[in-house]
């Protein structure tokens, strides 16, 4: 077994951009996974790896089956590995994957659209919320960070392979985010979260950052502003917080009908 021991290798180089370039990701068309579990969620929802980076040792079952599946495998050392990864202890696997290129479905009854949301642990943790509650699709206005960002894929824990995830202008959203309604996540609005609407028709809600509040295009696109009751000395809820419990009283009005 030939070990790579160099950072120059070629592989470990693009491996090392798409890690830190959101630039190269987007030439090159191609995405870092680290860690066994989000490749093998990846895989699972049928993509499979270009090459795959491990340390022996790391992950025999997933290794094995990443060989007998005949993926590209390069086993590499520790200084390596440390280079085209993001964590303070490197799992000991990274895989390279295609980029995603999902389109919004047609029929799309629940979307939720990220409005500006610049933290990458939110918006993971968003990603990963939206695809638990059954949302059937998520959309980064403009401001986002990148949903392929590494903390972002951590957060999302496998979300960005089983919810899809697209990039949109505000002028792209209004024209093909065709539903009943689009809801704001505002403290300010006048319809309580809980309201009986989520299964009466399609809607998207906007979520937007804490820090600065609903840009001016979410404000003007949104249809009605939703808000959740807080006690008094309580400003404002996490994004991420917000989007959970708004999606996922959406899913329970949903199964309530059903």
Same mark, same amino acid.
């Given at each position: ?37 989000? %490749? ?70 629940? %979307? ?66 065709t539903v009943?309604?689009?809801y704001l ?26 820090a600065h ?46």
């Amino acid at each position: 077994m030939d070990i790579i021991t160099s950072i120059q290798n070629n592989r470990v180089k693009l491996a090392n951009a798409l890690l830190s370039r959101t630039r190269t990701r987007r030439k090159e068309g191609k995405v870092v996974l680290e860690g066994a579990r989000l %490749i093998r969620d990846a895989w699972d929802n049928g993509t499979p790896p270009e090459f795959v980076l491990y340390t022996p040792g790391a992950d025999n079952g997933l290794i094995d089956l990443l060989e007998r599946r005949r993926v590209d495998l390069l086993p590499v050392d520790d200084k390596v590995m440390q280079h085209v990864t993001d964590t303070q202890s490197p799992q000991g696997i990274v895989g390279v994957f295609p980029m995603p290129q999902p389109e919004l479905p047609a029929d799309a009854q629940s %979307i939720l659209i990220a409005d500006a949301i610049s933290d990458p642990g939110n918006l993971g943790t968003i990603i990963r919320t939206a695809a638990g509650a059954g949302v059937d699709a998520v959309i980064l206005a403009p401001n986002c960070v990148d949903a392929y960002n590494p903390k972002v894929l951590r957060s999302g824990m496998g979300a960005h392979f089983r919810v899809p995830v697209l990039e949109m202008t505000w002028a792209q959203i209004r024209e093909q985010v065709t539903v009943d309604a689009i809801y704001l996540a505002d403290g300010e609005g006048d319809m309580p979260y809980d309201a009986d609407v989520w299964a009466s028709g399609s809607w998207a809600l906007i979520v937007g950052s804490e820090a600065h509040g609903a840009s001016d295009e979410a404000l003007a696109t949104a249809t009605q502003r939703v808000f959740i009751p807080m006690a008094h000395a309580t400003e404002s809820l996490n994004a991420a917080v917000a989007a959970a419990v708004i999606l996922f009283e959406a899913a329970r009005q949903r199964r309530s009908r059903h």
